[in-house]
């Protein structure tokens, strides 16, 4: 199984801040289709995941261009640039090239 | 919009059986692919099953080969889980996606005696 190994583990950060979580993949995450299927998703307190980036780089519906994915191959990093209120909560980075699917450990981003 | 609807959750012993659904609305059903997520107590996410649009490729995890089946109907644009031989470790919410790019609210699935 691919294993996508994620940090840090947490973060605190103050409104407006900037920050970036990394994702590394023990395995390529290029499909034989020539496409990335890296995604980043955030879980609000108690609610559902959210998917903000898919494939890399691309913003997911709604999403404010404050994210912004990165990366390529084995290595991928998201950035958040002015940190607000709404954006705390764990995020997750998964893969989706390589079955079985595989999600990192998670980045639990808090209030300085 | 996008909905997601899961049901069917609850309280179950182990080696009993759960089926869960997945009511889907806000587009066309049988052009996705769907998975199954979970997700237990305190603990990161955990794919758990897939199925192509067509329903004809089904794909899952090792610890739930052989228990646990997805299905769907594209008719009723609906997605199942079938999850027999339950175990304690199989206690989780579970998610239903849409090809992991949304999600629906979850289902909380506990089994214990």
Wanted: aromatic fraction near 10%; charge should be positive.
């Amino acid at each position: 199984d691919v294993v996508m190994t994620q940090t840090p583990p947490s973060l605190s950060v103050a409104i407006g801040q900037s920050v970036s979580i990394s994702c590394k993949s023990s395995q390529s995450l290029v499909h034989s289709d020539g496409k990335t299927y890296l995604n980043w998703l955030l879980q609000n307190p108690g609610q559902s995941p959210k998917r903000l980036i898919y494939q890399v780089s691309n913003l997911g519906s709604g999403v404010p261009d404050r994210f912004s994915g990165t990366g390529s191959e084995k290595d991928f990093t998201l950035k958040i640039s002015r940190v607000e209120a709404e954006d705390l909560g764990v995020y997750h980075c998964v893969q989706a090239t390589h079955v079985p699917y595989t999600f990192g450990a998670g980045t639990k981003l808090e209030l300085k | 919009e996008v909905q997601l609807v899961e049901s069917g959750g609850g309280l179950v012993q182990p080696g009993r059986s759960l089926k869960l659904s997945c009511a889907a609305s806000g587009f066309t059903f049988s052009n996705y692919y769907m998975a199954w997520v979970r997700q237990a107590p305190t603990k990161g996410l955990e794919w758990v099953a897939s199925i192509t649009n067509s329903g004809g490729s089904t794909y899952y995890r090792d610890s739930v080969k052989g228990r646990f089946t997805i299905s769907r109907d594209n008719a009723k644009s609906t997605l199942y889980l079938q999850m027999d031989s339950l175990r304690s470790e199989d206690t989780a919410t579970y998610y239903c996606t849409r090809a992991l790019g949304y999600w629906g609210q979850g289902v909380m699935v506990t089994v214990s005696s």
